[in-house]
Structures are given as C-alpha cells and as structure tokens.
C-alpha cells in the first residue's frame, strides 16, 4: 500500500504546477498591468509598501498616478525593450500614496502570456557596478576563459562564482541521461559540507522545475524561511486562469522544495542554468547556511558568469568531440582500406582487429558474415553470440544501430557474460541473412555516492498521504553492477558511418565481380569466335584429304596392299587433325562453362531478393525511389549458384533504379508456377520503346526511351546468365507507364 501511495504522491510532485503558485517572496513587491493603459491588474498584498495602499484599493488604478511625468517616459522606453527578460534593473522614484513622499526602486519587467508583471525590490547601497566589482567580474571572465578541459571550466566557474557572490558553497551539478545529478565540482569554506561527486536523484528537481530553467537564467531564495506573500487576485485577467510566474524573480517555492532545503541545512541559495545547445546541461547551485540576499549587480555578474559558461560548454565538448570524431574517422579510414586491400570483408577487418575495437571504444567485438563467426578479444561463446543475434533480429530488426550499456537489464541472458559483455554496439549489415557486427563493453562495477538515500518519505496526515523530502543529507552509498560506461554519440555515429561505408564496399565488390565476369565472358566469346574461324579454315584441309583417299579407294579397284596402306594412313591422320580440333573445342566450352557456372547449391529466393534490396536501398534513397518486395509466405528453393542470382538481380535493379524518376517506385516479387519460380522487377520508370524491345537484350542495345545511361551490357549479361541457368528471360513496357521484367528458374523441393 504504501508503494501505491509513494507512485501517487511521486506522480503529484512531478506535476505540480511550481509556475502559478499565487504567491511571491516577500524581498519585493510585484504588479501585472494592461498596456497600454498602464491599469494595474494584479498586486501582492505587501503593496503598501510601495505604492502606500493596500493591494483591492491599487487594483484597477493606473500606475501613472504614482509616477512623475519623467518617471512615467522612462518606463514606458524600458518596457519597449525587445528582451525584457535580458535587461538592467531600472532605477525609478515611486510615489508613496500614504506619505505622499517618492522612493527609488529597482523595477524588473517581463511579458507573460498578455499581461505586463513588473517586479520591485528596494535600493541596496549604491555598490552597483562599483569598480571593485567591475574588475572582479572581468577578473572571474578571463579565468574562466583560460579553462584548458570541461572539469576545469567546471571548477573555475564554481570559484569564480563563489567569489562574486560570496555564498558559502557552491556546486556545479550536470545531469545524466536520467536526469540525476552528479555534482563535478565544488568550492567551499572550511566549514561547509562537501558534495563533491555525490548523485541527487532526479526527483530533487523534477521536469517542470528544469523547464523552467531553460527560460529563466537567475532562480534566489534569499531567506529559506519566508512567509509567502499572496497576489490578489491570483488569475490572468488576460487569459482568465492563473497568474504564470514562471519568469518571476519573486516567485514563491513549492512548501517541498523549502522542507528539502531546511532539512539539507540551508538558509538562502542562488541557482543559476547552465544550458548547451538549448538543453539543459547542469546547474550552478548556491548554497548558504543562513539567509543571503544578494544585490542585483552581483546577481547580474553571476548571471553573466553562467551565460559565459554555457557558451563555453557548446565550445569545450565540440572541440573534445571534433577531436574524437577525427580519430574514428581515421580509423574508419584505415578499416575500409584495409578491406579493399584484402577485397572481403572479414579478413580485411580482422588484420586491423585494434582499429575494430578503437572505431567504437569497445573491449571486445563478434563478426556473423555468411554464417560464421569471427571474435576479437574476449566474447560472449557462439551458441549465446547466436541467441543474442536472434534476440536482436527479432526485437530490433528494423534498427540498423542498437546501442545499450545495460544489455541484461533488456537481455536476460545477457546477465550469465555481464563481466564482458554488459554493453552492446550492434551493426546490422545484410538482414537478410542477419550478419552483424557486435561489439561489447565489459560491466563498471561503481560505487555510487548519493547525497542521502534517494527516496522521499510519505507520511500519512489526517487521512492524506503527503510526499516529504529526506531528513539525511549524510552520504548514502549504492554499488551499481551490470552496467558499461555508456557509448558516446560519437561512437554510433561512427559505427552507423561505417555501415554505409560496408554496404558501399560490398556494392564495388559485386560490381567487380560483375564487371571480371563480363570481361571473362567477351574473352571468351572472343577466343570462341576465333577459334570457330581457325576450326572453320583449318579443318577444311583434314577433310579434303579424308575426302579424296576415300575416293581413289572406291574407284581404284586395283590398289595393292601397300598402296592401300598407304591411303588408310593418311586417312587416319586427316580423322586424328579433326579430332584433335574438336578436342579443343570442347576444352573451350569446358571451361567457359567452368566460369560462369560453378556448382549448384540449394538458394531460398525470397531470402536472395531481400538481400539484393537491402544491398540496393543506398542507391534508392539517394535517387528518392521506394524499392520493396511481395514474395509468397514461406520459401521457394532453386538449386543455382548464387552469385549469378544475385548478379540477375543487382543487374536488374540497377537497371528499373537508372530509369524511374524521384518519387518513383520498384517492387520485387517471386511466385511459383508450374515447377519455376518466377521473378519480376517491376518499376514505374519511362518506359521501353516498342520498336527496341525485339532487341532489348542485344549486346550494348540501350532500349529506354531519350535515355543515355549506361552501355547497354547488363540486360545481355542478365540473358546470358539466366539462360545458363536453364531459365527464361522476357520483358512487358510501357512508354510513360514504367516496365517489369521476368526470369523464370527451375524450382526444387527442400
């Protein structure tokens, strides 16, 4: 039951709506106002202490009758301002209704949602923008400046900060993926208590409280034990619900946040944004031991301090992030080079095995290529290597990157390797056939220190369950296992670069071998046509020779027997030239044979079209065409050799890919019928002339219509093949409409 409760209350704190509280601080006073009348339309009930009447008499009087004609100028040029939120303090005499006596004050302005709010706060002693403070604030700039690495800047900022504003600690937090928080640096007197690398968890300071911090640069409570000041009346006279002090400097605190401040022993904080990019990195926290207002100078300076800071932080990790990714650039490079060198992909990897490691900052890494292992370093053994593929292709197959730094917390088996393998880098490269790169990150066993147990209390109170923050700030320790040091975004990215760069080398790959084959092929047909000629001159002479023994044998009848010796010897040296001749022609057609098509295997076709699409989608999401399949359930089995297969497709893909526009698409399907398997490409491309498609297939024919792409060899190498294969080839077009071409291929039984 109370874990019921504790979700409840948990989920009431994170949506409680910190930003309309109705209240303020009491270190100013606060009024919304119509422009441009200037009719005042909400108040704090301390009013009095401003304008001399209580809030229900100021509402609905214009602040001009409290204003001189010279302060009434001023504030409508500062009001006018294009960023409020941004602006100095104006300094401005107010008339005090009750004594009749004017007083300066410092007024902030902001825009909220319709309605003007203007914020008051008395005149400290004028140290503003004194000298001294002048040059400190210049002084704690250029140190901050000079930080050489990000833990640096953190820990010059959090000095600097201290100095200007004289806190008694001050910490600087960053947040975690999770949104804990992990305090990196700390400055401190001697009497203060370190937080130094301890965790809050993130619950101390829920979404909409850092929401809040990306709009608002300065947050002060100056007395942790203040009474709320209540605004009348609390609604938006704009828009009708709550008056949003999100932006308020005033803004009263959530009654949670003041118990979690007085039970951690403080009495006034300063927290300032520190924000990359437009998220939140961390926050500059503030802490003193009794309350602390602090001027608006050395708000301004701490203000300014972090603004530099944030900038900074954009600019330190880029540069350690620029350096990073070169280094796995080059890495990337030398991999690549190195498969080109060796021309297959395994092999080339595994001669830069440390490069492997180095592209993703792994410990280990597993290769599944074509139905085999290959491990570098310490790996998980195939038959668990094996079931984490299945898992990963059944419950991630549409990810070509997967990255997780707690592989057992999704993986239960994973949990048996957890001291090799707690994180996870995988790199799909051909679905089809589930090859993967793996690449592993053994568990950190961590000691987590948190400021306090992290959990808040509830309490039952007459009847209601009520969330309260933790009494015990005492370090509370937490030993984390399971869990790798998580992958950099720099890593994933490098790895899904390399993907790209894999798919690329394996399309060179198959055009090379495409392109030796073709080149056997003219070789061949080169040699044969030659060799035809040469049989075709040569052979005449062996046959007039056997032609005219045979002939002075059936006319002479009075041959002697050694004259008829003599004929039947050159008879059979005619038939032994002939035969000798034949004999080279079949050695020929042997060994073209031999080339172009090697030993039968077993193929599933729906498997070798998903391969061919998967290998072509760079080139279709380049030229914008939508390539897919429609393939019959289960699987259709052809004995072929699979390189040729694979060959007809690419080829014929490539081909329907050259020819349909961006936005076009290309589909892919097989189907059985009648002992075959029949493919077809169909694309919604330009179209075949009628009058080219008898010769489509034609040696360097080019058939597409006011086309002038390619040499017009693959759709004769296609035939070529397929008919090698013992199946047909054929073609149905249309100009305009798009065409689709057949192969048909003898099916058999698995």
């Not at 034990?225 to 949003?244: E, F, M, W």
């Not at 993703?360 to 053994?381: E, L, M, R, V």
């Amino acid at each position: 039951m109370s874990q019921t409760i504790s979700q409840a209350t948990l989920v009431e704190c994170e949506n409680e709506p910190i930003h309309i509280p109705g209240a303020i601080q009491p270190f100013g006073i606060l009024v919304s106002i119509d422009i441009p009348s200037l009719k005042i339309t909400n108040a704090s009930v301390n009013c009095a202490e401003v304008f001399g009447v209580n809030a229900v008499s100021l509402v609905n009087r214009s602040l001009a009758e409290h204003l001189s004609a010279t302060a009434l100028a001023s504030l409508r040029a500062y009001i006018s301002a294009d960023d409020l939120v941004e602006a100095a303090p104006l300094v401005i005499p107010i008339l005090d209704l009750a004594t009749q006596c004017e007083r300066e004050w410092e007024l902030t302005a902001h825009l909220r949602h319709g309605v003007l709010i203007l914020e008051c706060e008395a005149l400290a002693p004028q140290e503003a923008l004194s000298t001294s403070l002048q040059r400190s604030i210049r002084s704690a700039v250029h140190v901050v400046f000079a930080a050489s690495s990000l833990l640096d800047l953190c820990q010059r900022t959090a000095e600097q900060v201290r100095m200007i504003t004289g806190f008694d600690r001050v910490m600087i937090y960053r947040f975690t993926e999770d949104w804990h928080g992990d305090v990196v640096a700390e400055a401190k007197s001697e009497q203060a208590h370190s937080y130094l690398h301890h965790h809050f968890p993130a619950s101390d300071i829920p979404a909409q409280a850092r929401r809040i911090f990306l709009e608002n640069w300065l947050r002060m409570i100056p007395d942790v034990g203040y009474a709320p000041v209540p605004i009348y009346p609390d609604r938006n006279p704009a828009t009708g619900g709550a008056l949003d002090l999100g932006l308020s400097a005033l803004r009263s605190v959530s009654p949670l946040h003041v118990e979690y401040l007085r039970n951690m022993g403080v009495g006034a904080t300063l927290t300032l944004p520190l924000i990359d990019g437009g998220k939140l990195w961390g926050l500059i926290a503030c802490h003193h031991p009794t309350p602390n207002k602090l001027g608006s100078d050395r708000r301004l300076g701490a203000k300014m301090i972090a603004q530099i800071v944030s900038s900074q932080l954009v600019l330190k990790e880029s540069m350690e992030d620029q350096r990073y990714r070169g280094e796995l650039k080059r890495i990337h490079a030398k991999l690549i080079a190195r498969t080109e060198e060796e021309d297959d992909l395994v092999p080339g990897l595994v001669k830069r095995s440390q490069d492997v490691l180095d592209l993703a900052g792994a410990g280990s890494a597993a290769i599944y290529y074509n139905g085999s292992w290959t491990t570098i370093g310490q790996t998980p053994d195939v038959g668990q290597l094996e079931l984490l593929v299945e898992w990963l292709s059944a419950e991630h197959a549409d990810e070509q990157i997967y990255a997780t730094n707690q592989l057992g917390n999704f993986f239960p088996q994973a949990r048996q390797y957890k001291d090799i393998a707690s994180g996870l880098l995988a790199m799909s490269i051909l679905k089809a056939d589930q090859n993967y790169v793996l690449w592993f990150r053994p568990e950190v066993i961590t000691t987590v220190v948190w400021a306090g147990a992290p959990d808040k209390r509830v309490q039952v109170e007459d009847g209601v369950a009520r969330l309260h923050p933790r009494f015990s700030f005492d370090s509370w320790k937490q030993v984390v296992d399971g869990v790798a040091t998580p992958w950099k975004r720099a890593e994933v990215e490098a790895v899904s670069d390399f993907r790209v760069s894999v798919l690329a080398y394996g399309l060179r790959r198959a055009f090379r071998q495409e392109q030796a084959a073709r080149e056997l092929a003219e070789r061949a047909s080169l040699e044969k046509e030659s060799l035809v000629h040469m049989v075709s001159h040569d052979i005449r002479n062996p046959l007039s020779v056997l032609k005219m023994t045979l002939q002075v044998m059936q006319m002479d009848q009075a041959l002697t027997p050694a004259m008829l010796a003599q004929l039947v010897a050159r008879g059979l040296r005619a038939t032994d030239s002939i035969e000798r001749l034949v004999t080279s022609v079949l050695d020929f057609a042997k060994k073209e044979h031999a080339a172009l098509a090697p030993g039968l295997q077993l193929e599933n076709v729906n498997a070798l079209i998903r391969e061919a699409i998967d290998l072509a989608l760079p080139l279709a999401r380049k030229a914008e065409v939508g390539v897919s399949a429609a393939v019959e359930p289960g699987k259709l089995m052809i004995a072929c050799k699979r390189a040729r297969v694979e060959q007809v497709l690419g080829n014929l893909i490539s081909n329907s890919l050259k020819f349909t526009p961006a936005g076009g698409r290309i589909t892919v399907a097989a189907r059985h019928s009648d002992g075959e398997v029949v493919v077809s490409v169909a694309d919604t491309g330009i179209g075949i002339a009628p009058e080219l498609l008898p010769r489509i297939f034609d040696r360097f024919t080019q058939g597409r219509v006011g086309s002038e792409k390619g040499a017009g060899l693959g759709l004769s190498i296609v035939k070529g093949i397929v008919e090698q294969e013992g199946g047909r080839l054929w073609v149905d077009s249309a100009v305009g409409v798009g065409s689709t071409f057949y192969f048909t291929l003898p099916l058999r039984q698995e």
